[in-house]
């Protein structure tokens, strides 16, 4: 915590980040920290944790502690400890994979036998960035939510950094509230800012261009060059994307170039 505001209040927020296997919880979490898309990540070992600190949120320095959970059946048996004090959940679905909603109710019954009610819930619907292989109709997901009464629901992209800052903001937000920390009334002036700065996902025309990968050859679609470029900003990638006179690498083949 930075000394300036060493006269706020501190506190602790624990924030479980939950969904079946490979719908990117991990990619997520390591985006938002390292600021790094890693394309080849390996299946989570049990828990991972990431931190984070929020100064001058609701006039508190809030420490939020994510608790990544493997999506694996065979590491079940650690939800029902890992889900105990949780102050919010985020339950991540890959919009790539329909199959990914199926353990919903799975999901919410642990969280029911830990105390963690829908309205704790976010719904995450990760990868935008391949919008082209989406097979979940946003329209149902709206219902869904609403069906199952979650707080909320927030479309994000691992690869090029959609909407993560805002999730993790308001996954923060909404486990203060849960935790008694802030009023009703500063949540939902809460929930309005974030819902300004949730981003609609980029499916410009030209975004949907197919350019090959110079190294492996393989199709190359806008997003999948971003990595290279983590501070340009998206404007200007797409400018780079229409040039005819550029080269472009597909993630694998430019990590593989920058490490020889
Ligand atoms: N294109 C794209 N790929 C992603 C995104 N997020 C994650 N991935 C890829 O999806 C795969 C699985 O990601 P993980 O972060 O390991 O998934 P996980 O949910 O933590 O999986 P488990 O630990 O097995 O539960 C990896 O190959 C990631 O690179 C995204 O937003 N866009
Ligand atoms: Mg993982």
Known sequence: MQKINSYLKDSI????????GAVG??????????????????????????TKEYNHLFDRNVRAQFWDIVGAERFKFLRPTAYKGANCILLVIDLTRLNTLDKIEYFMNIA?????????????????????LHTINRGYLSSVVEDHGFCGFIETSARNNHNLEVLFEFAT?????????????????????????????NIEPDVKKIRKCWKC??????????????????????????SPYLQFFCCNCYKNIIMS
Request: with cysteine; net charge neutral.
């Open 112 to 132: 029911k036998e830990a105390n963690v009610g829908p309205e704790q819930i976010i719904l995450v619907g990760n990868k935008t960035d391949l919008f082209y």
């Open 25 to 50: 919880k991990t990619t997520m979490l390591k985006k938002f920290e390292y600021g790094t898309f890693d394309p080849k990540t390996k299946i989570t070992i049990g828990i991972d944790f990431f």
């Open 217 to 242: 050859g393989n199709n190359l679609y806008f997003y999948e060059f971003c990595d290279s470029n983590t501070n340009t900003s998206e404007e200007r990638l797409l400018e780079l994307w229409k």
């Open 173 to 201: 937000g909404t486990a203060l509230y849960n935790k008694g920390l802030i009023s009703e009334d500063h949540f939902e002036t809460f929930k309005g800012d974030i819902k300004k700065r949730i981003k609609e996902p």
């Open 13 to 20: 927020v624990k924030i479980v980040v939950d969904g079946m």
